[in-house]
């Protein structure tokens, strides 16, 4: 059975205070990993896909990192507006859905 | 584009009432989910479907029915409603099952 495991549950950080979540998986044959962020009574939105180990994707303070067994979300120089729940899921090579993580919930303080 | 539209937004039952939560898109994706999600948890898929006329179950489809006519909704039946099945309710949908999943605002369902 697919496992995607997110540590830490919470991070509380600092305006400034760079961090990484992560995201360890175990698929059997991993198609792609997602990042989403999902504000406090909101849907999910769409951060980044990443489908083979080395990759790497950027979108303003945020960057994303794929190793064979778990992914990196890199939050650098973090401002308040970057506080949420960050979820990750996988999809596998025969399936045609995403398993989600139970997410990390980031609050960055001013 | 109005994207993955839900309603309703909010909604209290009673213990053995029936309801169906409506999901449109507009975006003519082939896939659709629902999932549903606990208080500081992720998401677990209900069902899915990956066209009209084929639906699939998910993780936890006890308790939930769907159909699907057209490509642009897909609506999740409770039939018998269970306090277990307070949540947060969000379908989604993607062109296809390795791309991106684009979500709904969601329905926030109580069962008392």
């Known amino acids: 059975e697919d496992q995607v495991t997110q540590s830490p549950e919470a991070l509380r950080l600092q305006e400034g205070e760079s961090s990484s979540l992560n995201c360890s998986y175990t698929?059997?044959?991993?198609?792609?990993l997602f990042w989403y962020r999902q504000d406090p009574g909101k849907g999910p939105e769409f951060l980044f896909t990443?489908?083979?180990a080395g990759e790497e994707k950027e979108k303003e303070r945020l960057k994303a990192t794929l190793t064979k067994k778990e992914s990196f979300l890199h939050i650098t120089a973090p401002k308040p507006e970057d506080s949420a729940t960050y979820l990750c899921?996988?999809?596998?090579?025969?399936?045609?859905?995403?398993?989600f993580g139970g997410g990390t919930r980031v609050l960055v303080k001013p | 584009n109005a994207g993955v539209t839900q309603t309703p937004k909010f909604r209290i039952l009673k213990i053995g009432q029936s309801m169906t939560l409506q999901c449109t898109q507009d975006m003519n994706h082939n896939y659709m989910y629902w999932y549903r999600q606990d208080p500081g948890m992720g998401l677990k898929l209900i069902y899915y479907s990956v066209g009209a006329g084929i639906t699939d179950k998910g993780e936890v489809p006890n308790g939930y029915n769907v159909s699907r006519s057209t490509t642009e909704d897909f609506p999740l039946r409770l039939e018998l409603a269970a306090p277990s099945q307070t949540s947060v309710y969000f379908c989604a949908s993607s062109y296809d099952s390795q791309m991106e999943q684009f979500f709904g605002p969601g329905t926030r369902l109580t069962v008392l």
């Open positions: 990443l489908y083979s």
């Open positions: 698929v059997s044959g991993l198609r792609g």
């Open positions: 899921a996988v999809t596998e090579a025969a399936g045609n859905k995403l398993t």
